[in-house]
């Protein structure tokens, strides 16, 4: 599944924000791992470094910063927008 797992990352509060965006991602042929919290351990790490972006979702989360900060060390993709991310991954299916 490697290079088709987005990693979906941010606040709790953006859980209805996720799953809209997962919906997208699995039309488009993507899968969505997520991380909704402040907590972080290697395992997230590990997520990270298995999947081909990152989407970060508004909000403040420090979970959500380590995700991007360990993507950007892995040169894992980071987006911001849903689109953006759909844009850059070249086996979408629009």
Do not use: N
Request: charged share 20%.
């Amino acid at each position: 599944m490697t290079g088709e797992l987005v990693y979906v990352v941010g606040p709790l509060g953006s859980a209805e924000r996720a799953v809209r965006a997962a919906q997208v991602l699995i039309e488009a042929g993507c899968l969505a791992v997520f991380k909704l919290s402040d907590g972080w351990s290697e395992m997230d790490a590990q997520r990270v470094a298995a999947c081909w972006c990152v989407l970060r979702l508004p909000g403040e989360s420090r979970a959500a910063d380590l995700a991007v900060d360990r993507a950007q060390v892995l040169g894992v993709p980071v987006y911001h927008e849903l689109g953006d991310c759909l844009a850059a991954w070249p086996r979408v299916r629009c």
